[in-house]
């Protein structure tokens, strides 16, 4: 869901906090470093190095965790892309509502804390599989757009399972 940066409340109302959003091109960036950084892991994964990549696997969990409980804003990637690529682009036209792209990080952190727990269990094919299975969803991201852990946040709001916020997070 898209927010006018520029829609007030009413005629003569304070303008609309521009906060209340965030650049929909952030979670981009974030998945394009997400989608590096997993393509790496798989490669570790896939030559044998299964402890450099459950490593790798480990900090890429982390980094999840981050976004999920802390938000989209406070991590790492956006406040890299606010101070690094933000004051090179002209300003998004729309502003995003952030609680889709947090309920993702928290899809990411399943998919990949779960691959880790299995490998730990002693299937090392988790480790490759958590990590193409979370690579698919940042490459579709960061190259077109589609955010995987977005689409199942809406569905499951229209479902009723969850609620949607009243103000963005």
């Not at 006018?4 to 304070?14: R, T």
């Amino acid at each position: 869901m898209s927010v006018n940066p520029d829609q007030s409340a009413a005629p003569g109302a304070p303008s609309a906090d521009k906060r209340a959003g965030i650049d929909p091109r952030s979670p981009r960036f974030g998945a394009g470093i997400t989608a590096v950084l997993l393509l790496a892991d798989l490669f570790l994964a896939l030559i044998g190095a299964t402890t450099a990549a459950a490593v790798l696997l480990l900090v890429i969990a982390l980094l999840f965790a981050w976004g999920a409980f802390a938000g989209v804003r406070r991590h790492p990637y956006g406040a890299l892309y606010r101070v690094a690529v933000r004051p090179r682009l002209a300003p998004p036209t729309e502003l995003e509502d952030p609680a889709p792209p947090t309920f993702a990080q928290g899809v990411g952190l399943v998919v990949t804390g779960l691959g880790l727990v299995v490998f730990a269990f002693g299937v090392p094919a988790a480790l490759p599989v958590a990590a193409a299975l979370a690579f698919v969803a940042a490459f579709l991201n960061a190259v077109f757009g589609y955010c995987l852990g977005c689409q199942i946040y809406l569905l499951l709001v229209r479902a009723g399972v969850i609620r949607k916020s009243a103000a963005p997070a």
